[in-house]
């Protein structure tokens, strides 16, 4: 079972603020999960290739080709402010 040091350290990480009753029934859970892990460490992995993910991922985007879009003039045609070609925005930092 996980002690209530380490419930309390997860929980001041997480910037949790738990009742009592709430650490206890975390500490359980945390011991629970940490006996699976343990018990996973029983599993013969002899032979077994490691792999970040389970089935096989492959690079999924399509290519990156040049095509028409909006010129400058019709990017800028709905926006409330504007000057010298360019989007006008609220400073947001200072």
Known sequence: MASELDVAYVAQLARLHLTAEETKLFQKQLGDVLKY???LKEVNV???EAA???VPIFNVFREDTARDWFTAAEAL???PRQTNNLFIVTKVVE
């Open 77 to 79: 045609s709905n926006a």
């Open 37 to 39: 892990a343990e018990k």
């Open 46 to 48: 002899e032979g077994v």
């Open 52 to 54: 970040a993910h389970a």
